[in-house]
């Protein structure tokens, strides 16, 4: 199993010195990647969620973000989790994609998904109710241009030939693609475009039951290896019970570890965490924590 650091560069002050040193820490326990996330303009009243919304405040932009993390790591794999697609020109986000491989020698993982929060595509003027058929386009468009040096795209919003596209991002054929979204349509994105499908909050059982449900998706559009699976959650530790309905990765030492050998044996490969502190300190102790006590005990794969 790998293990990944969501950066927090949403919901606080912004620390540029910690956030710089989070990812530096990271890579120096052990971990495998780091990760930034994705809004731009949160509307003031979201439909079904808290006034509170972490995303609202102080957020970072990903990519610019992206690219200082790959300056101050050597080994970490550096990702979005996730670019929301119709957010963006995904000419200039394929420029912006190909530039933070180049600088960081070849580590980005490109992570996307389609969005949902209404409010912050009517403000971006980006198309909401299409937002799956415009995802599909750009994702191929993306593909295009990060293999072919002269390429060519006739889409039903962009088309182009007698081009050049360059520098071309350093790994081959392109950046790995992490496609999010837990629904069916997601997995289903994931096994037309991706390498890997990259689930936010959802349990083991429900990953299973998908990924068993993309590996015949991928029978009928004639793919032969399915993607790979990831995850993502918050970790929580308590040192007791804790009250209520117990989220992933939330609870004893002992209730973690069956949690990841839950989602191992689901077939997921790469969980992705944010760590729990008020205090940049207090998540530097929990991510020490997570691989004193979490990370020797975990049973190894079979």
Request: glycine share 8%; aromatic share 10%.
């Amino acid at each position: 199993m790998k293990y990944g650091v969501c950066i927090p560069h949403y919901g606080r002050p912004i620390e540029v010195d910690a956030l710089t040193e989070m990812a530096v820490k990271a890579e120096e326990m052990g971990f495998d990647s780091v990760w930034v996330t994705d809004h731009i303009i949160v509307p003031d009243v979201l439909p079904d969620r808290p006034p509170e919304i972490v995303y609202r405040h102080d957020m970072l932009e990903p990519v610019t973000l992206l690219a200082h993390l790959g300056a101050v790591t050597n080994r970490v794999k550096i990702g979005t989790s996730v670019i929301i697609l119709p957010y963006r020109n995904p000419v200039i986000l394929a420029k912006a994609i190909a530039t933070a491989d180049i600088l960081s020698g070849g580590r980005v993982i490109f992570g996307a998904a389609v969005g949902w929060m209404e409010g912050e595509f009517a403000a971006l003027n980006a198309e909401f109710k299409d937002r799956g058929a415009v995802s599909d386009e750009y994702l191929g468009l993306l593909k295009e241009l990060w293999t072919n040096p002269r390429p060519s795209f006739a889409g039903e919003t962009f088309q182009f030939s007698d081009v050049t596209f360059s520098p071309m991002p350093v790994q081959k054929p392109h950046p790995p693609m992490w496609i999010g979204g837990r629904s069916r349509a997601g997995a289903r994105r994931a096994a037309r475009y991706g390498d890997c499908w990259h689930p936010v909050q959802i349990p083991a059982s429900e990953v299973k039951e998908k990924a068993e449900y993309m590996g015949q998706y991928c029978q009928r559009i004639g793919r032969e290896t399915p993607p790979e699976l990831s995850f993502r959650c918050n970790l929580r530790f308590s040192e007791g019970p804790m009250d209520g309905e117990r989220g992933a990765l939330q609870g004893t030492v002992e209730d973690i570890i069956g949690d990841i050998s839950d989602y191992a044996e689901a077939g997921v490969s790469h969980i992705i965490m944010e760590f729990p502190g008020e205090s940049f300190r207090e998540k530097f102790g929990a991510m020490e924590r997570f691989q004193r006590d979490i990370v020797p005990y975990v049973p190894p794969e079979n």
